[in-house]
């Protein structure tokens, strides 16, 4: 009973990890290249291996079902996937969306004048 509960809670936080691992690839794809270099935030290409490498062993993680192991649910290779995911979600997405923007002069801290 335990071990079935236990798999089942790494199986949730490895479809959550899978989650935020697609969310930044994604996200990733949808801006333009100059934006990253504008902000100082290396290069989109640096940025979609990063996150192209975090989606693929997040779908290793869930859909082979392995549990342990460099590639398991929360496997070294797991950890260091979500964290690139997370770096990409905490600090670089910010600054390339407000890029993508314009960066429109009258705005103040709560929105537009």
Known sequence: MITFVEGGVYFLLAVVAFGIEAWAFFDCLRHRANAFEAVSKRTKSFWLGMTG???AIGALSVFTGS???LFGTLGLFGLAAVTAAS???????PAVKD???GGSRNTGPYGPW
């Not at 770096?87 to 997405?93: F, I, N, S, T």
């Open 99 to 101: 890029a993508g923007r």
């Open 53 to 55: 490498v975090a989606f």
């Open 67 to 69: 549990r342990g192991g």
């Open 87 to 93: 770096v990409y979600l905490a600090d670089v997405r």
